[in-house]
């Protein structure tokens, strides 16, 4: 006899492919300016759809696994010292 609770054709259960920024850092950890630069940084993903930005879970998962490294911090021209 067929399951009355699940709908013929019903799919499995997966996990999401992505999240809204606010579950993202909830789970990783980190506050919304560094989650910021490591967008801009090309180490996590996402994808805007209509006004709303959706971060991949897989760059999560991989940022989780392997850290990250923050990039430099920017030297202005005039801060270079070229006396050798």
């Avoid at 579950?23 to 805007?48: C, D, N, P, S, W």
């Avoid at 999560?60 to 050798?84: F, K, N, S, T």
């Amino acid at each position: 006899m067929k399951n009355l609770r699940e709908p013929a054709g019903a799919l499995t259960t997966r996990p999401p492919l992505t999240v809204t920024v606010k579950v993202a850092l909830a789970m990783i950890g980190i506050g919304r300016t560094r989650f910021y630069e490591l967008v801009a940084a090309g180490q996590i993903t996402t994808v805007k759809i209509g006004r709303r930005r959706l971060v991949h879970v897989e760059s999560l998962q991989r940022l989780a696994a392997e850290g990250y490294v923050v990039a430099p911090p920017y030297i202005r021209p005039e801060q270079i010292d070229l006396d050798l």
